[in-house]
């Protein structure tokens, strides 16, 4: 078990344009991927994207099978490590083709401390690759879309502050949310 130090903004590396990757099922892929697993259980994130340890490719994580107490109130988000991802915005339903977004509190541990609203497609699908080359193909909406355009936008070199529109909804998550118990980091 590695964890690695998580990157925080202001650090050029989390500017950059992440390389897709060429190579699936390779021994370090695999270790990236344990060292992410391992440094966003210890960070207690939602996801992690692998500029935010340094690491130029396009991989991201995200989800766990239970529920984290940095969103406590946040639906269940499966598991996933993904790689090369698309985000295609998508319509309301089949029969509404409207495009939405929906503003919510985000959080990132690049960003400690620190939280605002951020507008995001409400419906969106995701393609991508999970590390062993399998294709991942997913229409997803609410929190779930939300995770999935907060770390793909790190592969853009685009962190959360940068989507605010409304900076009077951004501030501390000690002074917004007194009551919330969140680890010393975060
Ligand atoms: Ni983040």
Redesign the pocket.
């Known amino acids: 078990m590695t964890v690695r130090d998580i990157l925080k903004m202001g650090d050029p590396r989390l500017l950059r344009v992440a390389q897709p990757v060429t190579q699936f099922d390779a021994d370090e892929l695999h270790l990236l991927i344990t060292d992410m697993l391992d440094s966003m259980r210890a960070a207690n994130?939602a996801?992690?994207?692998a500029p935010?340890i340094g690491v130029d490719i396009q991989v991201v994580i995200f989800g766990s099978n239970e529920r984290n107490s940095r969103y406590p109130d946040a639906p269940i988000v499966p598991k996933t490590v993904l790689l090369n991802p698309v985000i295609t915005p998508l319509g309301q339903s089949e029969h509404d083709a409207t495009v939405l977004e929906v503003e919510d509190w985000?959080?990132?541990?690049?960003?400690p401390g620190l939280r605002a609203m951020v507008p995001r497609f409400s419906r969106i699908r995701y393609t991508g690759f999970d590390q062993y080359g399998d294709p991942i193909d997913r229409t997803v909406e609410g929190f779930h879309a939300r995770v999935v355009q907060?770390?793909c936008?790190?592969l853009m070199g685009v962190?959360?502050p940068m989507r605010v529109r409304d900076f009077s909804r951004f501030g501390f998550t000690e002074v917004l949310f007194p009551g919330l118990d969140t680890p010393q980091d975060d």
């Open positions: 994130g996801g992690l994207a935010q985000e959080g990132c541990l690049s960003v907060h770390e936008d790190h962190l959360y």
